[in-house]
């Protein structure tokens, strides 16, 4: 036996499985550690150039695993998870048909196909009895992940990152966007919870529980309310679906007043939690917090060390049970008095939650806890309105994938910038109809099925909790924008349908491989083309911003041809050419981008500017049709007037 393999067996004991099954094992877990740690580090894989890189990386390793996996086969779980997100995908491809233009039907297409690699990646090296570990390889992501976040806030004089004019004090380092890494972080914080309160290894419970006061740490910086309640909801889930809650209940209880202490030392330092407070009086708060929190982490490991030993030396009779089950019931009747004395009845409740949903959030100049006091919505129901707008104008087939964007720019009240509805189901139901939205709850839905069906497996306890976060979360915000986020998500439903996989199944026949080997092939293909046309696109944009209107040219050449559906190379050809002062053939790429995108506004408002009337009347008409307010904003009184952009329009 080598050195590496038996480390791996010794990984494996520590997380409960035993000799030499630890082996097969670890692919799984590492593609899991590997896709959320790489997209979570790169933006949160937001951006097109992520997506090539990622898919093609995904789909390959898939490959590989069925050329030289022994004995690989699929359950009819995931065979039916894999086919409701191959029926979303090829659903979303199929709106280009309806959609007024084909380039965002492709890009979420691309985007999909991160997810459907992903989780065939999962699924393909997955063994029976693996759950535990594809979870413990998210978890460890998620960790180091919420551990960096952290880091850059406790000490921005080692990082130099600190803050910027959009976060106003919230913490979004490496993802980008304060209320992904929010969520993100929370479901990290459901999986070591579940960790240390159903893990069947002392060590594993004992790090899980260590690993608890920074990542809420990390959460309470993002200030995201949202994924706060949804973490909330996760833990409560999980505890719903256990079949020893109130031992997992007791765990929470001992482990809690770190998480708490942790929080509350967090809470009390200004200067971390305010946008400008300077790099000099964050670092100065930072470094006493930081200890603090690595105390609360020691000592919630400890406690949890302590909850073992009395668990293997005492034993509870029933009149202890009893009496524990009386004082939950005490402690919930009092919370439920204490809510009505300080809030009044449930009727009033409600009103007053209504009308604070509605209300502004606080200012983005102030100490950002201040949020945590609010229940605003920040504008998320005039999107939501918007979003049941285009449902009816749209509602069989929805308006094509990946066009809300666009039905906003046009429709909206006030300017205000949104490119997704910030929620996913009121999204889909819009872009692609009835059967979107029912193929999105089917992806999200039928893990849960099973787990309820399969919830004396620990393991899917814990990832049930997982997905129920990521489900409510997700309707309301952009989380489907974020295949970090998304993926971390995959990773639990994942580990659910191959905990339930059964016992005995066929690995495929060699025929049944090569079809799959070259399925997974040809998506890598697909993704990879896809990569090299949004590579391109960025560099373009990247080249002009710099004045390398040269470079930026030859990019957006490449761009239009690994890209043709989109004209977007040809709207960056345009920029690099009129750099140069060839105005003329940047009129004629915008002539053919809007030919290629006819409801793309920025294609027509920038035609505007490269040409004469009657021509350029034409182009800002368009563009006025397509973004009025956008367009409004960027023109003179004269031309305001002559196209009727007066008022408040």
Same mark, same amino acid.
């Given at each position: 036996?080598?050195?590496?393999?038996? !480390?791996?067996?010794?990984?494996?004991?520590?997380?409960?499985?035993?000799?030499?099954?630890?082996?097969?094992?670890?692919?799984?877990?590492?593609?899991?550690?590997?896709?959320?740690?790489?997209?979570?580090?790169?933006?949160?894989?937001?951006?097109?150039?992520?997506?090539?890189?990622?898919?093609?990386?995904?789909?390959?390793?898939?490959?590989?695993?069925?050329?030289?996996?022994?004995?690989?086969?699929?359950?009819?779980?995931?065979?039916?998870?894999?086919?409701?997100?191959?029926?979303?995908?090829?659903?979303?491809?199929?709106?280009?048909?309806?959609?007024?233009?084909?380039?965002?039907?492709?890009?979420?297409?691309?985007?999909?196909?991160?997810?459907?690699?992903?989780?065939?990646?999962?699924?393909?090296?997955?063994?029976?009895?693996?759950?535990?570990?594809?979870?413990?390889?998210?978890?460890?992501?998620?960790?180091?992940?919420?551990?960096?976040?952290?880091?850059?806030?406790?000490?921005?004089?080692?990082?130099?990152?600190?803050?910027?004019?959009?976060?106003?004090?919230?913490?979004?380092?490496?993802?980008?966007?304060?209320?992904?890494?929010?969520?993100?972080?929370?479901?990290?914080?459901?999986?070591?919870?579940?960790?240390?309160?159903?893990?069947?290894?002392?060590?594993?419970?004992?790090?899980?529980?260590?690993?608890?006061?920074?990542?809420?740490?990390?959460?309470?910086?993002?200030?995201?309310?949202?994924?706060?309640?949804?973490?909330?909801?996760?833990?409560?889930?999980?505890? !719903?679906?256990?079949?020893?809650?109130?031992?997992?209940?007791?765990?929470?209880?001992?482990?809690?007043?770190?998480?708490?202490?942790?929080?509350?030392?967090?809470?009390?330092?200004?200067?971390?939690?305010?946008?400008?407070?300077?790099?000099?009086?964050?670092?100065?708060?930072?470094?006493?917090?930081?200890?603090?929190?690595?105390?609360?982490?020691?000592?919630?490991?400890?406690?949890?060390?302590?909850?073992?030993?009395?668990?293997?030396?005492?034993?509870?009779?029933?009149?202890?049970?009893?009496?524990?089950?009386?004082?939950?019931?005490?402690?919930?009747?009092?919370?439920?008095?204490?809510?009505?004395?300080?809030?009044?009845?449930?009727?009033?409740?409600?009103?007053?939650?209504?009308?604070?949903?509605?209300?502004?959030?606080?200012?983005?100049?102030?100490?950002?806890?201040?949020?945590?006091?609010?229940?605003?919505?920040?504008?998320?129901?005039?999107?939501?309105?918007?979003?049941?707008?285009?449902?009816?104008?749209?509602?069989?087939?929805?308006?094509?994938?990946?066009?809300?964007? /666009?039905?906003?720019?046009?429709?909206?009240?006030?300017?205000?910038?949104?490119?997704?509805?910030?929620?996913?189901?009121?999204?889909?139901?819009?872009?692609? %109809?009835?059967?979107?939205?029912?193929?999105?709850? %089917?992806?999200?839905?039928?893990?849960?099925?099973?787990?309820?069906?399969?919830?004396?497996?620990?393991?899917?306890?814990?990832?049930?909790?997982?997905?129920?976060?990521?489900?409510?979360?997700?309707?309301?915000?952009?989380?489907?924008?974020?295949?970090?986020?998304?993926?971390? %998500?995959?990773?639990?439903?994942?580990?659910?349908?191959?905990?339930?996989?059964?016992?005995?199944?066929?690995?495929?026949?060699?025929?049944?491989?090569?079809?799959?080997?070259?399925?997974?092939?040809?998506?890598?293909?697909?993704?990879?083309?896809?990569?090299?046309?949004?590579?391109?696109?960025?560099?373009?944009?990247?080249?002009?911003?710099?004045?390398?209107?040269?470079?930026?040219?030859?990019?957006?050449? /490449?761009?239009?041809?690994?890209?043709?559906?989109?004209?977007?190379?040809?709207?960056?050809?345009?920029?690099?050419?009129?750099?140069?002062?060839?105005?003329?053939?940047?009129? !004629?790429?915008?002539?053919?981008?809007?030919?290629?995108?006819?409801?793309?506004?920025?294609?027509?408002?920038?035609?505007?500017?490269?040409?004469?009337?009657?021509?350029?009347?034409?182009?800002?008409?368009?563009?006025?049709?397509?973004?009025?307010?956008?367009?409004?904003?960027?023109?003179?009184?004269?031309?305001?007037?002559?196209?009727?952009?007066?008022?408040?329009?």
């Amino acid at each position: 036996m080598t050195a590496a393999s038996s !480390a791996v067996e010794r990984l494996g004991a520590l997380a409960g499985i035993r000799g030499r099954a630890a082996l097969d094992h670890v692919p799984a877990a590492l593609v899991a550690f590997a896709a959320v740690l790489l997209l979570a580090s790169d933006d949160g894989g937001y951006f097109p150039p992520a997506w090539g890189w990622s898919a093609v990386v995904l789909a390959w390793t898939t490959a590989i695993a069925l050329v030289v996996g022994r004995n690989v086969a699929l359950g009819r779980h995931d065979f039916a998870l894999l086919g409701i997100l191959a029926a979303l995908m090829g659903w979303t491809a199929l709106s280009g048909i309806w959609a007024s233009a084909v380039k965002a039907p492709v890009l979420e297409v691309e985007r999909t196909l991160v997810y459907l690699a992903l989780l065939a990646g999962l699924l393909v090296t997955a063994r029976r009895g693996g759950a535990r570990l594809i979870l413990a390889g998210g978890a460890v992501a998620g960790v180091l992940v919420s551990g960096f976040a952290l880091l850059t806030r406790l000490r921005p004089d080692v990082f130099g990152l600190y803050d910027d004019p959009v976060a106003h004090g919230r913490l979004y380092q490496p993802i980008g966007y304060w209320n992904a890494l929010g969520i993100f972080v929370a479901m990290t914080a459901v999986l070591c919870l579940g960790a240390a309160m159903r893990s069947r290894t002392p060590w594993v419970r004992i790090a899980a529980a260590a690993a608890l006061p920074p990542v809420a740490s990390t959460l309470f910086f993002t200030f995201s309310r949202g994924s706060m309640m949804a973490l909330a909801i996760g833990i409560v889930a999980g505890l !719903a679906l256990d079949r020893d809650r109130l031992r997992s209940l007791a765990v929470l209880f001992a482990l809690a007043p770190w998480v708490a202490l942790a929080v509350g030392d967090a809470r009390a330092r200004g200067a971390l939690a305010r946008g400008g407070a300077g790099v000099h009086a964050a670092s100065t708060q930072g470094r006493p917090l930081l200890v603090i929190i690595l105390l609360c982490a020691a000592a919630s490991a400890a406690t949890m060390a302590a909850v073992g030993v009395v668990e293997q030396r005492v034993e509870f009779g029933p009149v202890v049970r009893r009496a524990y089950k009386g004082g939950l019931v005490v402690v919930g009747l009092m919370a439920i008095a204490v809510a009505i004395a300080a809030y009044g009845s449930p009727v009033h409740m409600v009103s007053r939650v209504t009308h604070a949903l509605e209300s502004k959030p606080p200012k983005l100049t102030a100490n950002q806890t201040t949020r945590l006091e609010t229940l605003s919505l920040n504008g998320r129901p005039m999107l939501w309105r918007s979003a049941l707008d285009d449902v009816g104008d749209h509602p069989f087939l929805g308006s094509g994938a990946g066009t809300f964007e /666009q039905y906003w720019n046009e429709h909206r009240p006030r300017q205000y910038f949104a490119r997704d509805a910030h929620s996913l189901y009121l999204e889909r139901l819009a872009e692609q %109809g009835p059967v979107g939205l029912v193929l999105v709850l %089917g992806l999200l839905g039928y893990p849960l099925a099973i787990a309820v069906r399969n919830r004396r497996d620990p393991a899917v306890v814990t990832a049930a909790g997982v997905l129920v976060a990521f489900a409510v979360h997700a309707g309301f915000d952009w989380d489907w924008e974020m295949p970090a986020v998304t993926g971390l %998500g995959l990773v639990a439903g994942a580990a659910i349908v191959v905990a339930a996989r059964d016992e005995h199944v066929e690995p495929f026949s060699n025929r049944a491989r090569t079809l799959l080997v070259a399925t997974a092939l040809a998506v890598g293909a697909v993704a990879f083309v896809g990569g090299v046309g949004n590579e391109a696109i960025s560099s373009s944009a990247d080249a002009a911003a710099r004045g390398e209107f040269v470079k930026a040219e030859s990019d957006a050449r /490449q761009a239009t041809s690994w890209a043709p559906w989109s004209d977007q190379g040809w709207i960056n050809l345009a920029a690099a050419l009129s750099g140069q002062g060839r105005h003329a053939e940047a009129a !004629a790429a915008l002539r053919t981008a809007t030919r290629k995108d006819p409801v793309d506004w920025v294609a027509w408002r920038r035609l505007a500017d490269e040409t004469t009337d009657p021509e350029r009347f034409h182009a800002l008409q368009m563009a006025a049709k397509l973004n009025p307010k956008a367009t409004r904003r960027s023109l003179g009184h004269k031309d305001r007037v002559r196209l009727g952009l007066t008022g408040n329009q």
